[in-house]
């Protein structure tokens, strides 16, 4: 089965933190906060403005988002816990830093 968010939707997988500290401790899973760092899966067509005119969103698949700790719909789908939110409740994209700015 396919999901395809609507509108300016996204769908997002969070991505799991380590369970130890920098320091070596390690954290039990009744003390994790859920993390606030995600994969996107899918994304809508994009909002539409005051003409009507659909405006696409910025973010795309792959790309690794930051978000709110309340954002978003936590939804099931075949067996795997997503979040669906609107591209505002994205707080920034995780850029790999280029590697090869000047060889």
């Known amino acids: ?12 997988r969070r991505v799991e933190e380590e369970e130890k500290t920098r320091g070596g ?20 067509p994009g909002a539409r403005d005051e ?3 659909v405006q696409p ?6 790309d690794r988002i930051l978000f709110g700790k309340w954002s978003g719909t936590e939804v099931k789908l ?3 816990d997503l979040l669906i939110m609107k591209e ?13 700015k000047a060889a």
């Open 78 to 80: 075949q067996g795997e």
């Open 88 to 100: 505002s409740d994205i707080l920034g994209v995780l850029e790999a830093e280029k590697a090869a």
């Open 57 to 62: 969103l910025d973010v795309k698949p792959g």
């Open 25 to 44: 401790i390690i954290i039990p899973d009744t003390a994790k906060e859920k993390p606030q760092e995600g994969e996107v899966i899918a994304v809508g």
């Open 1 to 12: 089965m396919a999901f395809r968010p609507l509108g300016d939707r996204v769908l997002v």
């Open 51 to 53: 003409t009507g005119k």
